[in-house]
């Protein structure tokens, strides 16, 4: 197999030092020595510890020990006077080493029979729950604690959780000695912290599916010099694989590395077409390999490898919310996505480092293509054709980088709690876990922007919605908060909405993350935030298109009241059905002129006055109108009227206004239970 250009273990050590290196050293060390630990793995038969030299100096650990209790009755590892540990360097301490064990088998490490190393009692970590200490001279410099064990001196706060049985990797800015600066990771994350603050310098292209066939991905590739870098989920175009297939051809100085490196085991798809254009690309002199084999037992770093983005001679990057099918790389009627080409050397080199991070096969995930399917046979007859040119500007922005499982979550919701005067989202997927009442659901962020005077629009994918499930939460979410929302089954030209992008005031998240745990947490994903007041103008003008276009339309008004027998002391709710997504009514409770606008269908009133009342309710810009007669009775509404602790929407006018998320819990278990019984179809996917 070609080696490539530069060597993946080195890029490798380097990118992962120096993201470890961004933790600050501890206050309590000598200078020049800034050792702290770094790694437990407490799982299997080759548990150990890790400790890394933070400092500017190398750093000689005689008089440094590793305990797990701080009581002296467990066991203790000492270092001997010749060990010593360089600037940026990793140490581990092993039980034993095994030869298919990523921990103990890496460089770098020790075992417990190793010269220098003196072991005394039983140094064991526990599964269920441990603590560490590092001692210097007797005193304690740093300590971990995890899962069930009562944290002890030098730790302070709750242990770190244990999570499917990950090791705990130390990634906090700073030693606080809590739970922050630890995660559980898998072997093999990149473990990049999110930074508001990391932003390269770019020029950026534009560019939507399906009417760009594609073209952007396509010039990009041809303008190849030296290397193309592909990280991707699903590739089918048999115009991709020739072109591929052509740059591996030319001659000389004129030749192109291509390595691509894609998902081995795609949910519910059969890869027989894609295994053969990959041979045709491995037999003109390309390096592919998967990742995953979906073999039970088998260690996968990620769930899905669903990322979709190349990365070209190490200054531009090519990203897309789309795979590279026949349908989105070429005429037809392919998906609803956004694509961007990033010229930027600064964020290609971050790219190409991450490539490099999964691509090392040392983790035991990576197949070469010829080993995985030495069988295959190639594609035949490619040809590569140019797509007809689409005019695109170039636009200078800033970009930050986003992955999963590394940072998504976090940056996304970073960027929604501080968005000021838009939220435009388009996805394909959203989970049931991310209800609008959830305070880590994607949702609820939009809803709360929406509160402080935000324009949040959400389009979902309906395409697939074949139970209904995503109608009943989009229903859910303009029922209940003021994000406007729409399903879409597709448009002119688009048969699904498989996009996963957002405006965000003046920015642009554009990458593969959907909405789902699984994506956020466990899948490698990619995204880029790319900020610049022109480019969201662009992305904002094919999302208010879509939103037009597929928006349902309004129709006939009618309003409900809950409950039906109204006391003067009940909390009622009114709610409003129709005037189309979007929409803003105006509403006149006591049919005494007092109009009021809201944003929301459901609203709430308490303390009516005794007597016959008339609502009106109108649509806003529209000739759309209704009443509801109605009566309140005096006396005790007595309770359990069914609005209790529920959920609704209210916005000036007369009288006191009432927090919308205080009614209408009857609603939201009536909408929850229909997309319940739609979702026990759906899995979690990619």
């Given at each position: 197999?070609?080696?490539?250009?530069?060597?993946?273990?080195?890029?490798?050590?380097?990118?992962?030092?120096?993201?470890?290196?961004?933790?600050?050293?501890?206050?309590?060390?000598?200078?020049?020595?800034?050792?702290?630990?770094?790694?437990?793995?407490?799982?299997?038969?080759?548990?150990?510890?890790?400790?890394?030299?933070?400092?500017?100096?190398?750093?000689?650990?005689?008089?440094?020990?590793?305990?797990?209790?701080?009581?002296?009755?467990?066991?203790?590892?000492?270092?001997?006077?010749?060990?010593?540990?360089?600037?940026?360097?990793?140490?581990?301490?092993?039980?034993?080493?095994?030869?298919?064990?990523?921990?103990?088998?890496?460089?770098?490490?020790?075992?417990?029979?190793?010269?220098?190393?003196?072991?005394?009692?039983?140094?064991?970590?526990?599964?269920?729950?441990?603590?560490?200490?590092?001692?210097?001279?007797?005193?304690?410099?740093?300590?971990?604690?995890?899962?069930?064990?009562?944290?002890?001196?030098?730790?302070?706060?709750?242990?770190?959780?244990?999570?499917?049985?990950?090791?705990?990797?130390?990634?906090?800015?700073?030693?606080?000695?809590?739970?922050?600066?630890?995660?559980?990771?898998?072997?093999?994350?990149?473990?990049?912290?999110?930074?508001?603050?990391?932003?390269?310098?770019?020029?950026?292209?534009?560019?939507?599916?399906?009417?760009s066939q594609g073209e952007p991905v396509y010039r990009a590739l041809e303008s190849a010099k030296s290397e193309v870098l592909i990280s991707i989920y699903q590739l089918t175009s048999r115009n991709v694989a020739a072109l591929l297939c052509e740059l591996e051809s030319r001659i000389g100085d004129e030749h192109v590395d291509v390595t691509v490196t894609l998902e081995g085991h795609a949910l519910g798809y059969d890869m027989s077409t894609e295994l053969t254009l990959m041979r045709a690309v491995s037999d003109a002199g390309g390096d592919v390999a998967l990742i995953n084999d979906g073999i039970a037992g088998n260690y996968e770093r990620f769930s899905y490898f669903h990322n979709k983005y190349a990365v070209i001679d190490g200054e531009k990057v090519v990203i897309t919310s789309e795979n590279w099918t026949t349908g989105n790389m070429g005429p037809g009627t392919g998906n609803r996505g956004w694509g961007a080409v990033i010229e930027s050397p600064g964020y290609a080199q971050y790219m190409?480092?991450?490539?490099?991070?999964?691509?090392?096969?040392?983790?035991?995930?990576?197949?070469?293509?010829?080993?995985?399917?030495?069988?295959?046979?190639?594609?035949?007859?490619?040809?590569?054709?140019?797509?007809?040119?689409?005019?695109?500007?170039?636009?200078?922005?800033?970009?930050?980088?986003?992955?999963?499982?590394?940072?998504?979550?976090?940056?996304?919701?970073?960027?929604?709690?501080?968005?000021?005067?838009?939220?435009?989202?388009?996805?394909?997927?959203?989970?049931?876990?991310?209800?609008?009442?959830?305070?880590?659901?994607?949702?609820?962020?939009?809803?709360?922007?929406?509160?402080?005077?935000?324009?949040?629009?959400?389009?979902?994918?309906?395409?697939?919605?074949?139970?209904?499930?995503?109608?009943?939460?989009?229903?859910?979410?303009?029922?209940?908060?003021?994000?406007?929302?729409?399903?879409?089954?597709?448009?002119?030209?688009?048969?699904?909405?498989?996009?996963?992008?957002?405006?965000?005031?003046?920015?642009?998240?554009?990458?593969?993350?959907?909405?789902?745990?699984?994506?956020?947490?466990?899948?490698?994903?990619?995204?880029?935030?790319?900020?610049?007041?022109?480019?969201?103008?662009?992305?904002?003008?094919?999302?208010?298109?879509?939103?037009?276009?597929?928006?349902?339309?309004?129709?006939?008004?009618?309003?409900?009241?809950?409950?039906?027998?109204?006391?003067?002391?009940?909390?009622?709710?009114?709610?409003?059905?129709?005037?189309?997504?979007?929409?803003?009514?105006?509403?006149?409770?006591?049919?005494?002129?007092?109009?009021?606008?809201?944003?929301?269908?459901?609203?709430?009133?308490?303390?009516?006055?005794?007597?016959?009342?008339?609502?009106?309710?109108?649509?806003?810009?529209?000739?759309?109108?209704?009443?509801?007669?109605?009566?309140?009775?005096?006396?005790?509404?007595?309770?359990?009227?069914?609005?209790?602790?529920?959920?609704?929407?209210?916005?000036?006018?007369?009288?006191?206004?009432?927090?919308?998320?205080?009614?209408?819990?009857?609603?939201?278990?009536?909408?929850?239970?229909?997309?319940?019984?739609?979702?026990?179809?759906?899995?979690?996917?990619?």
């Amino acid at each position: 197999m070609r080696t490539m250009k530069a060597p993946a273990v080195a890029v490798i050590a380097v990118f992962l030092f120096s993201a470890a290196a961004a933790a600050a050293p501890y206050a309590d060390a000598a200078p020049g020595d800034r050792v702290l630990l770094m790694e437990v793995q407490p799982f299997g038969s080759f548990e150990g510890v890790s400790v890394f030299n933070y400092g500017p100096s190398a750093v000689s650990l005689g008089g440094y020990s590793i305990r797990d209790d701080n009581t002296g009755k467990e066991g203790s590892i000492a270092f001997g006077a010749g060990i010593s540990i360089s600037p940026g360097e990793r140490l581990t301490v092993v039980k034993e080493i095994g030869a298919g064990d990523w921990f103990s088998s890496r460089e770098g490490v020790l075992s417990f029979g190793s010269p220098g190393i003196t072991v005394t009692g039983s140094f064991a970590l526990a599964d269920a729950g441990d603590d560490v200490y590092l001692y210097r001279d007797g005193s304690v410099v740093d300590a971990m604690c995890y899962g069930s064990k009562a944290a002890g001196e030098g730790w302070s706060g709750p242990a770190v959780k244990v999570s499917s049985k990950k090791f705990f990797l130390r990634v906090g800015a700073t030693d606080t000695d809590t739970a922050a600066d630890w995660i559980a990771t898998n072997p093999g994350f990149t473990n990049l912290p999110f930074s508001p603050s990391l932003l390269f310098d770019a020029v950026v292209t534009p560019f939507l599916f399906p009417e760009s066939q594609g073209e952007p991905v396509y010039r990009a590739l041809e303008s190849a010099k030296s290397e193309v870098l592909i990280s991707i989920y699903q590739l089918t175009s048999r115009n991709v694989a020739a072109l591929l297939c052509e740059l591996e051809s030319r001659i000389g100085d004129e030749h192109v590395d291509v390595t691509v490196t894609l998902e081995g085991h795609a949910l519910g798809y059969d890869m027989s077409t894609e295994l053969t254009l990959m041979r045709a690309v491995s037999d003109a002199g390309g390096d592919v390999a998967l990742i995953n084999d979906g073999i039970a037992g088998n260690y996968e770093r990620f769930s899905y490898f669903h990322n979709k983005y190349a990365v070209i001679d190490g200054e531009k990057v090519v990203i897309t919310s789309e795979n590279w099918t026949t349908g989105n790389m070429g005429p037809g009627t392919g998906n609803r996505g956004w694509g961007a080409v990033i010229e930027s050397p600064g964020y290609a080199q971050y790219m190409r480092s991450v490539f490099m991070s999964d691509r090392d096969p040392s983790f035991g995930d990576i197949h070469p293509l010829l080993e995985a399917y030495p069988d295959s046979k190639p594609a035949t007859g490619l040809s590569y054709s140019p797509p007809p040119a689409v005019s695109s500007p170039r636009v200078p922005a800033e970009v930050s980088p986003v992955l999963s499982p590394d940072n998504s979550y976090a940056a996304l919701r970073y960027y929604m709690e501080h968005a000021e005067s838009r939220i435009y989202s388009e996805q394909l997927d959203l989970s049931s876990s991310f209800t609008v009442t959830s305070a880590g659901s994607p949702v609820k962020w939009m809803a709360d922007a929406a509160e402080r005077g935000v324009d949040a629009r959400f389009i979902l994918d309906a395409s697939n919605d074949s139970g209904g499930a995503h109608a009943s939460e989009v229903n859910l979410i303009n029922s209940v908060t003021g994000v406007h929302a729409a399903v879409i089954k597709g448009g002119q030209g688009f048969s699904t909405t498989h996009n996963k992008g957002l405006v965000i005031d003046d920015s642009v998240w554009l990458g593969s993350v959907n909405w789902t745990p699984n994506s956020f947490d466990n899948n490698r994903e990619a995204a880029a935030l790319m900020r610049s007041a022109e480019l969201a103008e662009i992305y904002s003008g094919w999302f208010l298109a879509d939103w037009a276009a597929n928006a349902p339309a309004a129709g006939a008004l009618t309003v409900t009241c809950s409950p039906a027998d109204i006391r003067t002391d009940s909390k009622v709710a009114f709610t409003v059905h129709g005037g189309g997504a979007g929409a803003r009514y105006e509403w006149d409770v006591l049919g005494d002129g007092s109009w009021m606008e809201s944003n929301a269908a459901t609203i709430v009133r308490q303390d009516l006055p005794a007597g016959d009342h008339v609502l009106r309710v109108r649509a806003v810009g529209t000739d759309l109108y209704a009443e509801l007669a109605y009566s309140v009775s005096g006396g005790s509404a007595g309770g359990g009227e069914g609005t209790e602790g529920g959920y609704g929407a209210e916005e000036g006018g007369a009288g006191e206004a009432v927090d919308y998320r205080l009614i209408a819990a009857a609603l939201i278990a009536i909408l929850l239970a229909a997309a319940a019984v739609a979702r026990l179809r759906r899995r979690e996917g990619a």
